[in-house]
Every structure is written in structure tokens, then in C-alpha cells.
Nanobody, 122 residues
């Protein structure tokens, strides 16, 4: 499956962005989907994941209450709504998919989008 992330950009602290990740070439509804991010000089960090049906969601403590993951299997797309953004949220954001159950390590995901840059100014 091919993943294409979009929606990044420059936003002021306290603002919002909505990232999208469109999938093609595979059975999207059969994949657990997740969002990660990587800031310069840091490891790739798990943010959120969503089950195949969308009925279960998982969040890192760093984004819980501010970010919301969702998916539309009819559109083969997963979203990440990001509110109350902070300068520390500045990073390249990646969507990822895997065929098994939810996992939190980047190395456990089989498919990756190309990343979209989010910059939060103070």
C-alpha cells in the first residue's frame, strides 16, 4: 500500500492543523493506522493509532487531549486533528500502517508515508 501524507504547514502556537493520509494500492480497512513524528536530532515518536474499524484509538501522553485520530475507510484516508499546538510539536509528521494489531514502535510498521512538515511558531 502507498501512503501520501498532507496538511502540514506553519501555524502559530495555540492554533490547529488537520493532517490527512491517503492510501492507495491496498486493502486500507485491513490496516491499523498510526501517526508518528520526528523532530530534528530526535527519534521517531509514536503519537496515535486507530483500529481497522476506527472503534479503538490510542494516544501518547504528549498529545492526549489535544490530538484526535480518525479514519474514513470509504475514502481510504486517516486523519490527525491537532489542536492547541505548541512549538515543541514542530516536526515532520508521518502516517504508517501495519497488518497486525496496534503497536507503538516505528519499526513495527510496514508502510510509511513520505512525511509532512509541521512548524509551530511561538
Amino acid at each position: 500500500v502507498q501512503l501520501q501524507a498532507s496538511g502540514g504547514g506553519l501555524v502559530q502556537a495555540g492554533g490547529s492543523l488537520r493532517l490527512s493520509c491517503a492510501a492507495s494500492g491496498g486493502a486500507f480497512s485491513s490496516y491499523y493506522m498510526a501517526w508518528f513524528r520526528q523532530a530534528p536530532g530526535k527519534e521517531r515518536e509514536f503519537l496515535s493509532a486507530i483500529s481497522r474499524s476506527g472503534g479503538s484509538t490510542y494516544y501518547a501522553d504528549s498529545v492526549k487531549g489535544r490530538f484526535t485520530i480518525s479514519r474514513d475507510n470509504a475514502k481510504n484516508t486517516v486523519y490527525l486533528q491537532m489542536n492547541s499546538l505548541k512549538p515543541v510539536d514542530t516536526a515532520v509528521y508521518y502516517c504508517a500502517g501495519r497488518t497486525g494489531n496496534v503497536r507503538y514502535g516505528a519499526y513495527e510498521y510496514d508502510y510509511w508515508g513520505q512525511g509532512t512538515l509541521v512548524t509551530v511558531s511561538s
